[in-house]
């Protein structure tokens, strides 16, 4: 079994910076990929960035340049520096946990979500 814990969302203006934090807990095999998720309001889940153990990245898009993802593997938590935040960026953000196999999928865990808001 596998647990994940966000924090540290929040209300920010526009070109301010956040970070989020996921604490996972649990199966080593179901946690190798971490990924963070967010869902604005009337739009689907989308991908934001996922980190593997071994340490390789990769960004939506959208979040280039501006979000940098990272992991302190001995703590097994995982945070997502924001930068440059834009009002686009609201949203509930969701931590993932997973294997190579399910990232994202049926059979991951996912965190309860938090709540980033950037106002104009």
């Known amino acids: 079994q596998v647990q994940v814990v966000e924090s540290g969302g929040g209300l920010v203006q526009a070109g301010g910076s956040l970070r989020l934090s996921c604490a996972a807990s649990?199966?080593?095999?179901?946690?190798?990929?971490m990924a963070w998720y967010r869902q604005a309001p009337g739009k689907q889940r989308e991908l934001v960035a996922t980190?593997?153990?071994?340490?390789?990245?990769n960004y939506a898009d959208s979040v280039k340049g501006r979000f940098t993802i990272s992991r302190d593997s001995g703590k097994n938590t995982v945070y997502l520096q924001m930068y440059s935040l834009k009002p686009e960026d609201t949203a509930v953000y969701y931590c993932?946990?997973?294997?190579?196999?399910?990232?994202?999928?049926?059979?991951?865990?996912w965190g309860q979500g938090t709540q980033v808001t950037v106002s104009s």
């Open positions: 993932n946990a997973g294997s190579p196999f399910n990232s994202g999928a049926p059979g991951s865990t």
């Open positions: 980190i593997t153990r071994g340490g390789s990245t």
């Open positions: 649990g199966s080593i095999v179901n946690t190798i990929v």
